[in-house]
Every structure is written in C-alpha cells, then in structure tokens.
Antibody, heavy 119, light 107 residues
C-alpha cells in the first residue's frame, strides 16, 4: 500500500526558499509518478509540476519554471519540492500526490505541508 | 494555456440530484477526473477517466464527458456530500490543469 508522508509546517521570510519532503512507502521511489500541488488559503488546487518515471523527466508548470525544483533521494525513499524567492502569495498547503493506481488521476495524496511566508 | 471552468457554488436539497459542470475547449477529447475535498483534508479522487469510480466511492457519484463539458452527478445527495469539488484534466500528456472548484451546499 503506497503512502506519502510529508514534512511539517514551515514559516519563511519573503525572498527565502522552502524545501518540502514527501516520504514514500510501499513503492519504489524511482518508479513512482509523483506530482506537487498547492492550495492557498480559501483557494483552489494549483499544480506545480511532476515527475514521470517512464521517461525520467520532470515537468514544471510554466508559472513556476525557474523557481521550483523537484528532486529525490532514493536512499531514503524521499521526494522533495523546493520553491525559491518566496512571497506572501506562496503561502499555501503543499501536497505531494501520485497517480500510480488509476494512471491519470491523483489517487494517493500526502497529508499536506503548510508553508507560511511572512515578514 | 488550457483552462477548466467550474461554477463557484452549487446548492442541492438532501435526496435530490446535484450536477457540477467543468468546461474546457474540446474537453471531451481528454480524460477528466473529479476530486472531493472536505475542510482540512487532502483531496480524494471520486471519478477518473470520465466515468470510473475508485473502490470505496459510493455509486451515487457518476461522471460524464462530451463536447466541451464534463459533468459530475451526485444522485440522492446526502449531507456528508457537502464539500468542494474539483475537476482535473491533462493538457497534452504532461501538464495538469485543475478547475477552480465548486462548493457544494446541501441545504
């Protein structure tokens, strides 16, 4: 059974970077398609990007290109999402998710990580 | 960039049928999925590939997709169905698009 467990809440100052982790269990990390989605308070879901294990490519949403980096450490089965040059508009809950079961729908989600950007 | 449009809110009486739409250019040519999200919780997929229900999702949830509109239908709506609902499609094979979300109120 695939599970995604994310790191805890973060508070950052404007201009800083944040790195959120997503620990994977029940599946081989390098073979797991995974995505990052965020949700600002009271707002909708927004996709930041994702990794496709079939071609090994990471695709970033155009809005975040140059500011987001998705990486992994297979030795500890953990995926990471780093977002730089933070502003108050980046205050949101950040989720990792996978479509491993249904292929095209995010069927397993992490619990979410609250990132607050405040001076 | 591709966009999906949902009504901000839908209201329904208990036991009645609720319909939530998701519109996009030639959306019927893409696979659509739907998520339910309750306050403080992660989203849960309730429909994928337009019409399929994951294991454990009640039969009262159904989906359709044709032309420019996908529709989530909830038959015999219950109070526990009150939540936010999001549609999701892929623009090409790699870019994910979400609708803006619809708040379902069960009056």
């Amino acid at each position: 059974q695939v599970q995604l467990v994310q790191s805890g809440a973060e508070v950052k100052k404007p201009g800083a970077s944040v790195k959120v982790s997503c620990k994977v269990s029940g599946y081989t990390l390098s073979e797991l398609p995974r995505h990052w989605v965020r949700q600002a308070p009271g707002k909708g879901l927004e996709w930041l990007g994702g990794f496709d294990p079939e071609d090994g490519e990471t695709i970033y949403a155009q809005k975040f290109q140059g500011r987001v980096t998705m990486t992994e450490d297979t030795s500890i089965d953990t995926a990471y999402m780093e977002l730089s040059s933070l502003s108050s508009e980046d205050t949101a809950v950040y989720y990792c998710a996978t479509d491993i079961l249904t292929n095209l729908a995010f069927d397993i989600w992490g619990q979410g990580t609250m990132v607050t950007v405040s001076s | 960039s591709y966009e999906l449009t949902q009504p901000p809110s839908v209201s329904v009486s208990p036991g009645q049928t609720a319909s939530i739409t998701c519109s996009g250019d030639k959306l019927g040519d893409k696979f659509v999925c739907w998520y339910q999200q309750k306050p403080g919780q992660s989203p849960v997929v309730i429909i994928y590939e337009d019409t399929k229900r994951p294991s454990g999702i009640p039969e009262r949830f159904s989906g359709s997709n044709s032309g420019n509109t996908a529709t989530l239908t909830i038959s015999g709506t219950q109070a526990i169905d009150e939540a936010d609902y999001y549609c999701h499609a892929w623009d090409g094979t790699t870019v994910v698009v979400f609708g803006g979300g619809t708040k379902l109120t069960v009056l």
